[in-house]
């Protein structure tokens, strides 16, 4: 497997956004290759196909780029933008069925505004339809895919009322025709903004619970 790095800036001017890709392996790193838009706080995915899919960002908002299945190629298409402007928002890739789709929620719009909106994108249709809000805006946060099931972890939204940065609970929703698509509260300990997250085997779960004496 490879890291692949989009675009982003560095502390030398970060107001100046990099027009490159660079690929990260065990051998280490790859020759930079070109990449067409230049933005920050974007979000990428990687399709079943190898593809990779980047979407909007400060600089770029509306916008979506498709890769071909060797990113490192430097071929890059624009696809349909998406029907909201956002950076610093989350992204993720699932089957729907048959049909793979991508998940693009919160974050900022150019002006600045926090977002609750939720949108999806099906590749093979070149197509943007939307989904439910979410229950609060949320920003600097991660979607994570269980199946049919997708769970925002992490991040903040600012309280109108105090202007105070709340942290919430995780929200899920769930994907697929017999389903009832709404978000529901997970609930859960303190909130995180900025979390990383990622999908481990159950057997891991439970290990880690026996070490901690809770199986």
């Known amino acids: 497997s490879s ?9 030398d001017n970060e107001n100046q956004a990099l027009s490159s890709t660079q690929m990260l392996t065990i051998e280490g790193p790859k020759k930079e290759a070109p990449y067409p838009s230049q933005s920050r706080l974007a979000a990428a995915v990687t399709l079943a196909t190898g593809e990779v899919m980047v979407t909007g960002g400060r600089g770029s908002q509306r916008g979506v780029w498709m890769s071909s299945s060797s990113p490192t190629a430097g071929v890059w ?3 349909r933008d998406m029907l ?3 950076m610093g928002h989350a992204a993720a890739a699932l089957m729907n069925g048959r049909t793979e789709v991508v998940v693009v929620a ?3 719009d150019s ?5 609750s909106s939720v949108h999806v994108y099906k590749p093979h249709q070149d197509q943007w339809n939307r ?3 979410m ?12 199946d049919l099931m997708i769970t925002a972890v ?3 939204y600012t309280d109108p009322a105090s202007g105070t940065k709340v942290a919430p609970d995780p929200w899920s929703l769930v994907l697929g025709a017999n389903s009832q698509v709404r978000w529901v509260e997970e609930g859960g300990r303190e909130g995180r903004s900025g979390a990383m997250t990622t999908s481990v085997p159950i057997s891991w779960i439970k290990k880690l619970c026996q070490v901690r004496g809770l199986a």
């Open 3 to 11: 890291l692949i790095m989009i675009s982003g800036y560095n502390f």
């Open 154 to 156: 992490g991040g903040h």
């Open 111 to 115: 002006a600045g505004k926090e977002l």
């Open 131 to 133: 989904l439910p809000h």
């Open 106 to 108: 919160g974050g900022w």
């Open 135 to 146: 229950p609060y805006p949320r920003v600097d946060f991660a979607l994570q895919v269980s």
């Open 77 to 79: 298409k624009k696809r």
């Open 84 to 86: 909201t402007g956002r």
